[in-house]
C-alpha cells in the first residue's frame, strides 16, 4: 500500500485539483458488488461527494476521475459552441457510457453491471493509481503487484519528460 499526497491545488478556473493519486490497492467488489475507494485516495480527492467512471478508450480497464477533475474538463468544454452538433454528439456518446457515482458513507461506489461486464471487474479488482485518475483493473488482466516493470517506466518517464 503506497502513500499519496493530500495537497491540492486551485486553477485559475476556480477549480481545485485534488494531489496525485499514486499507488496501487487491490480490493475485493462487495456481495452488493459495490468498490470501496480507499481512504488515502478519498482524501487525495478532497474527500469528494462524487467520482466519475467510464471505459478506458485503449485498454480493457475502467477510468475512475475524480470531481474535480472532470469539472476542470467540463469548464473547457463550456467555452465551446453550444450548438455544434459534432461537439455535442461526441459528449452524448461520452454521457452514454460515462457514470457519475455517490459515495456512500464509507467511500463505497456501486458501478453499473454494463461497465463492471466491459471491464470484467468480478471479485477482487486492482485499483491503480494513474496520477491525475484511477485505472479499475480485472486482476487478472495486470501484473502481479510485486512485479515492477522497468522497461515501462523508462518508456513512461521519456514520454513524461520527467
Not at 48 to 70: F, I, T, W
Not at 89 to 97: C, M
Not at 108 to 123: E, F, M, P, T, V
Amino acid at each position: 500500500m503506497s502513500k499519496v499526497g493530500k495537497e491540492s491545488v486551485a486553477l485559475s478556473t476556480g477549480v481545485a485539483v485534488s494531489s496525485v493519486l499514486v499507488g496501487r490497492f487491490d480490493h475485493a467488489l462487495d456481495p452488493k458488488k459495490r468498490l470501496t475507494i480507499p481512504s488515502e485516495w478519498r482524501a487525495a480527492m478532497g474527500s469528494p461527494q462524487y467520482v466519475y467512471v467510464m471505459p478506458d478508450r485503449a485498454e480493457k480497464c475502467l477510468n475512475l476521475v475524480p470531481q474535480a477533475e472532470m469539472e476542470m474538463r467540463l469548464s473547457k468544454l463550456r467555452e465551446k459552441a453550444l450548438f455544434d452538433p459534432s461537439l455535442n454528439k461526441a459528449l452524448q456518446v461520452l454521457g452514454s457510457v460515462s457514470e457519475q457515482l455517490s459515495l456512500d458513507v464509507q467511500g463505497r461506489i456501486r458501478i453499473s453491471d454494463r461497465l463492471l461486464k466491459y471491464a470484467n471487474l468480478k471479485g477482487v479488482v486492482a485499483m491503480v493509481g494513474s496520477v491525475r485518475m484511477i485505472k479499475l483493473w480485472d486482476l487478472a488482466a495486470i501484473e502481479p503487484e510485486e512485479a515492477v516493470d522497468i522497461s515501462a517506466l523508462n518508456d513512461a518517464l521519456d514520454k513524461l519528460e520527467f
